[in-house]
């Protein structure tokens, strides 16, 4: 299986998961010293991983990764999408447009780029489980964010798309919302003081001081993704949050975890 944002935070910490869960997990980042750190993590917890440096924002660089983890474990019949940046905070008349970009570069043409490398084999092999992780923003509006939040919620809807396109080659993709969570992108909001507005400081304190959703959740909303309990499960955007263990049951309508719910589950 293959994680992009495998260096830190979230992405990390699913990969650590798969690891030891007995998964052989491709690691990729941008920073040499974070995926040098992950990769000794998961094999100090007695996983294997290899290390794969790119940038999800150049396909080429993304191809070649794919290439390695052919050449050294067969394919990929996992990809999960985390790598992201929380971009620019502060009001969007204020934003510099260039960070703007650079956000959706990231967050929405890296799932892109990510996708389109490894879905030719998957079809060729009628098999493969995609996770891609939201967050905040996506399902509904977030002041101080706008980069973020268009982006997440453009994910979605790709996510969406792209399900319908592959449901008949056996391949699953799905959204994952992690939830609150402590991670660099905590400090960045706190840094950001008045910018990022009361409702979200309020939040990114709370979350530092209990570290949010616990790492389990997280984990085993990942496993369940990929794995042959949710082959009826695609197209979906989950929270960690949510009662997702209703899913086991193919008889859930799939309007209860699409993008526009009227109300949590």
């Not at 499960?233 to 209703?246: C, E, S």
Request: net charge neutral.
């Amino acid at each position: 299986m293959l994680v992009t944002g495998a260096g830190r935070g979230i992405g990390k910490r699913l990969a650590l998961g798969f690891a030891t869960a007995g998964a052989r997990v491709g690691l990729l980042a941008r920073s040499k010293a974070e995926l040098d750190l992950a990769h000794l993590e998961i094999e100090h917890a007695g996983g294997t991983a290899l290390r794969l440096r790119a940038d999800v924002t150049d396909f080429e660089q993304l191809s070649v990764a794919v290439e390695r983890m052919h050449a050294h474990h067969g394919g990929i019949d996992v990809l999960v999408c985390a790598a992201a940046l929380q971009g620019p905070i502060g009001p969007f008349a204020e934003c510099a447009p260039k960070a703007w970009v650079e956000t959706v570069q990231t967050n929405l043409i890296g799932v892109m780029n990510a996708c389109r490398a490894v879905l030719p084999r998957m079809i060729e092999r009628r098999s493969g489980k995609i996770i891609v992780l939201s967050g905040a923003g996506a399902a509904g509006p977030r002041p101080n964010f706008s980069a973020y939040a268009a982006s997440k919620a453009g994910v979605v809807r790709f996510v969406e798309t792209v399900a319908e396109e592959v449901r008949d080659h056996n391949i699953q993709i799905n959204c994952m919302t992690p939830g609150g969570t402590y991670t660099s992108m905590t400090d960045e909001i706190l840094h950001a003081g008045e910018k990022a507005g009361e409702k979200e400081t309020e939040e990114a304190l709370e979350v530092r001081h209990t570290g949010g959703i616990a790492p389990d959740k997280q984990i085993q909303l990942a496993l369940f993704l990929a794995s042959e309990q949710s082959n009826h499960v695609t197209g979906r955007l989950i929270y960690a949050t949510d009662d997702w263990k209703r899913l086991r049951n193919d008889k859930v309508h799939p309007d209860v975890f699409t993008l526009r719910r009227l109300q949590r589950v």
